[in-house]
């Protein structure tokens, strides 16, 4: 069975600095994976998606990832932090060919300080 | 357009009693997934309908949870009897369909079983 294990239940960073959020997976079958962030008391947004191609994948909010198969990790990176990146980010992997059946990480949350 | 409504956004129960979350897709969604997320985990789906057919029960726990979508369209996910560890927030999402299509998430019901 899939599964997603998210290093770091907390980040901080200060405004300015680079985000790295790590993710790594376990899959029996070539992947689909995403990442997803979660303001408070909001539902998921997704944030990007690699599925197949190119394994750089550019997402919304200046958010960017990369697939490394041998490493088995898809880890989350902004070279710039705002403020407003403040969230919970969790990333997820599919146990099909698509959005279905999503299997999530415990999440990560994301400090900014100023 | 409109997003994934739910209702209520709040619920306090106490243990053995019942409880009832509605949603309500973006309007053409096919698929329609419930999720539950406990506090400090991420989200594990519960069910996933394509229009009014079930796709995927295996991880509802079928001796108190029930869902339904009769007419392909909302959905309402019920508990009975509730107990102290379904303290959590259940999300909704949909999809147009299963496959490739992004899942848009509501804001989630959080339920409190004292």
């Known amino acids: 069975a899939q599964s997603v294990t998210q290093l770091g239940s907390h980040v901080s960073v200060s405004e300015g600095a680079l985000v790295l959020l790590r993710c790594n997976y376990s899959?029996?079958?070539?992947?689909?994976l995403f990442w997803y962030v979660q303001y408070p008391n909001q539902g998921l947004q997704l944030l990007l998606k690699y599925t197949t191609g190119a394994t750089l994948v550019k997402g919304i909010n200046g958010f960017e990832a990369e697939f490394k198969k041998s490493e088995t990790s898809f880890h989350l990176t902004k070279p710039s932090a705002h403020m407003s990146d403040a969230a919970e980010y969790f990333c997820?992997?599919?146990?099909?060919?698509?959005?279905?059946?999503?299997?999530f990480g415990t999440g990560t949350r994301l400090l900014v300080s100023p | 357009e409109a997003g994934v409504a739910q209702s209520p956004r709040y619920k306090i129960i106490e243990k053995r009693q019942s409880v009832a979350f509605w949603c309500n897709p973006i309007s053409g969604h096919a698929t329609l997934y419930w999720y539950q997320q406990i506090l400090g985990q991420g989200p594990k789906l519960l069910i996933q309908?394509?229009?009014?057919?079930?796709?995927?029960d295996s991880q509802l726990p079928k001796d108190r949870f029930s869902a339904e979508r009769l007419k392909g369209v909302d959905s309402t996910l019920k508990i009975q009897p509730a107990k102290l560890e379904d303290s959590a927030v259940y999300l909704c999402a949909s999809s147009v369909t299963l496959q490739n299509t992004e899942a848009f998430f509501g804001q989630g019901t959080r339920l409190t079983v004292v």
């Open positions: 309908f394509q229009n009014n057919g079930v796709v995927d």
């Open positions: 997820a992997v599919s146990e099909g060919t698509g959005f279905q059946k999503l299997v």
């Open positions: 899959s029996s079958v070539p992947p689909y």
